[in-house]
């Protein structure tokens, strides 16, 4: 499906979401977009139409609230007739280590995270059964492969979740149903704005969502990008004891 479908992004007014629907509107997709801070998403929905003269409709949208998933979502199925490929991309990097009195973090990102991500799976999902086909695409982690430790812990387990809502629908078979999990790695964006900027294998916004688009375009049912160093040391971060998992990320 490449080109002259309809992507539905969310989280898509900054970050990895905004860069990727630049790519598929340069791939020939139209977009519905959708993020909490509508005054960047406007802008870049602008950016786009002229620059590729795709079609791209915008909304407001805070994941946490069900409800609001559900309006949206088939509002733009109302609006474009179809959506061909949902991309669960909205996330928040927030996080403290257990029991230090961030409590309030922690509960944050899982809502964010993993809460909102079921939200719009469940709408997603009643729109492909209607449709009888659909791509279904998570964002996860390379964080989700093993416990992570202090801020990162709540953050890599909401990502793990992610992950796990992939491979039980796939294990669904449900008629016309694609899911893929994408597990990007160290990739600059806002989120990790404030981390050091020679973190080891950290790669530039452009380059980093390449890798995920092309993994998305090729319905992967899972991909650890962008693929070197993150396919081996994918493998590694399973197999090897946590105490040399914290020397590698």
């Known amino acids: 499906m490449t080109g002259g479908g309809v992507v539905l992004i969310t989280g898509a007014s900054a970050g990895l979401g905004e860069e990727m629907a630049r790519q598929f509107a340069a791939l020939g997709y139209d977009l519905a977009l959708c993020a909490r801070r509508t005054d960047r ?4 929905a602008e950016a786009i139409r002229r620059a590729t003269g795709r079609r791209v409709e915008t909304a407001s949208l805070d994941v946490t609230d069900a409800d609001a998933v559900d309006k949206v979502f088939h509002g733009f199925a109302d609006s474009f007739g179809r959506i061909d490929r949902v991309i669960v991309n909205a996330g928040i990097g927030k996080g403290a280590p257990l029991g230090t ?17 079921l939200a719009q799976c469940e709408a997603a999902l009643e ?6 086909r659909g791509h279904l695409v998570l964002i996860s982690s390379m964080s989700a492969l093993r416990g992570m430790r202090r801020s990162m812990t709540t953050y890599a387990a909401t990502k793990a979740g992610v992950a796990a ?7 669904e078979r449900i008629q016309g ?10 990739i ?7 981390v050091e900027q020679k973190t080891r294998f950290m790669v530039d916004t452009e380059t980093g969502v390449r890798a995920m688009v092309q993994a998305i375009e090729k319905r992967r049912i ?18 090897l004891p946590l105490r040399i998992v914290r020397r590698l990320v």
């Open 177 to 186: 149903l694609d899911v893929s999990v994408i597990y990007p790695g160290y």
């Open 188 to 194: 600059r964006s806002e989120m990790n704005a404030h």
């Open 101 to 117: 009195g961030r409590a309030d973090a922690n509960r944050a990102t899982a809502m964010t995270n993993f809460v909102g991500a």
């Open 41 to 44: 998403l406007d802008v870049l």
């Open 165 to 171: 809502i992939a491979e039980g629908l796939r294990s």
């Open 222 to 239: 899972k991909a650890y990008v962008p693929r070197w160093p993150w396919v081996p040391l994918g493998a590694a971060m399973k197999l």
């Open 127 to 132: 729109i492909f059964r209607h449709q009888r």
